[in-house]
């Protein structure tokens, strides 16, 4: 019964520390994934904004009004990700440090995870839209 016990707490003990495991770098890893996967299309993103905006300025007013819609969801998307660079800059330092205890950490960086898919999202749907009112 005692050897039954042990075993009990140990795989227990065992169970609770692998499920509470949490590392900071490797979601602020994730995090610049996304990152590293769409700050490479800000160039490609301004480009559509000019070409969007050129065409608006030779279409129909109902044309161009839609075209002007995509332009300024094209400047959010990239104001998105200049915002959310400019805020990761001047936040990041205090959780990763852990200034502010680990929950908040947690908190942080899930939020912050949040925000770069918003950003990623927000340029992909952009950029699509772009594309397809070029063609």
């Known amino acids: 019964m005692k050897k039954l016990s042990l075993l009990l707490l140990f795989v227990l003990a065992l169970f609770v520390s692998c499920g509470s ?14 990152h590293d996967e769409v700050m490479p299309k800000m160039g490609e993103l301004m480009s559509l904004k000019r070409k969007v905006i050129e065409k608006a300025s030779e279409v129909n007013a109902e044309n161009a009004s839609e075209l002007q819609n995509i332009a ?40 912050e995870m949040e925000r770069v898919i918003d950003v990623k999202e927000a340029i992909n749907t952009s950029m699509a839209k772009a594309k397809e009112a070029l063609k």
């Not at 959010?76 to 959780?95: C, F, L, T, V």
């Open 72 to 111: 300024q969801e094209l400047d959010e998307a990239s104001e998105g990700m200049m915002s959310w660079m400019r805020d990761w800059s001047k936040n990041s330092q205090q959780y990763m440090e852990m200034k502010n205890g680990t929950e908040a950490q947690k908190e942080y960086l899930a939020a």
């Open 21 to 34: 495991s949490f590392d900071a770098e490797v979601e602020k890893n994730k995090i610049f994934d996304i």
